[in-house]
Nanobody
Framework: QVQLVESGGALVQSGGSLRLSCAAS????????MGWFRQAPGKEREIVAA????????YYRDSVKGRFTISRDNAKNTVYLQMNSLKPEDTADYYC?????????????????WGQGTQVTVSS
């Protein structure tokens, strides 16, 4: 069983930066591929980025490529999402998710564990 706790969400101006963190409990964090999802009001949840066990493989949705970076520190049981050049359309609740499988997961149904979310608001 893995518990995930996100932090780092805030109100930021357009063009600004934030770093989200997701702290995981449990012994086998390094065996979980991880993902960041977001859900804006009135919209469906969408994947933002994903990272494999050791961080050798990553995935980004097109709208965040070049602006967001996902990373992980298995020694600290933590996954990060560095968000630069933020835009108002990045405003959403951001969720960390984990799956006990090696490969990247691209949809929510592929993930076993979820955090409670952290709110990101980007003002124009």
């Amino acid at each position: 069983q893995v518990q995930l706790v996100e932090s780092g969400g805030a109100l930021v101006q357009s063009g600004g930066s934030l770093r989200l963190s997701c702290a995981a409990s449990g012994r086998y964090f390094s065996r979980y591929s991880m993902g960041w999802f977001r859900q804006a009001p009135g919209k469906e949840r969408e994947i933002v980025a994903a990272i494999s066990w050791r961080g050798e493989n990553t995935y980004y949705r097109d709208s965040v490529k070049g602006r967001f970076t996902i990373s992980r520190d298995n020694a600290k049981n933590t996954v990060y999402l560095q968000m630069n050049s933020l835009k108002p359309e990045d405003t959403a609740d951001y969720y960390c998710a984990g799956r006990d499988a090696y490969g990247l997961g691209y949809v929510g149904a592929e993930y076993n564990y979820w955090g409670q979310g952290t709110q990101v608001t980007v003002s124009s």
